[in-house]
Nanobody, 118 residues
Framework: QVQLVESGGGLVQPGGSLRLSCAAS????????MGWYRQAPGKERELVAT???????NYADSVKGRFTISRDNAKNTVYLQMNSLKLEDTAVYYC????????????WGQGTQVTVSS
């Protein structure tokens, strides 16, 4: 069983920055992919960024050049550095980790609110 704990959300002005963290705890698993998704009110959850255990990254077009995903394998933690935040970045951000235990599975964090407002 895997538990994810997210932190770092908050209120920020347009053009500001936030750094989200997601730490995985438990045993008997190996992480394959770590990623961030977001969901705005009335909209479908969408992919923001992913990073593989080999370090390959992928970003949604809307955040390219502004957001950076990174990881610390020793701490089982994934980060999302968000710069030049826009009003449309306002959403609940969810951490997602795909793991191998006895089979493939994925786990979601509880979500952290990011609000961009002037």
């Amino acid at each position: 069983q895997v538990q994810l704990v997210e932190s770092g959300g908050g209120l920020v002005q347009p053009g500001g920055s936030l750094r989200l963290s997601c730490a995985a705890s438990g045993s008997g698993f190996s992480i394959i992919v770590m990623g961030w998704y977001r969901q705005a009110p009335g909209k479908e959850r969408e992919l923001v960024a992913t990073i593989t255990n080999g370090g390959s990254t992928n970003y949604a077009d809307s955040v390219k050049g502004r957001f950076t995903i990174s990881r610390d394998n020793a701490k089982n933690t994934v980060y999302l550095q968000m710069n030049s935040l826009k009003l449309e970045d306002t959403a609940v951000y969810y951490c997602n980790i795909i793991v191998v235990t006895t089979t493939l599975g994925d786990y979601w964090g509880q979500g952290t609110q990011v609000t961009v407002s002037s």
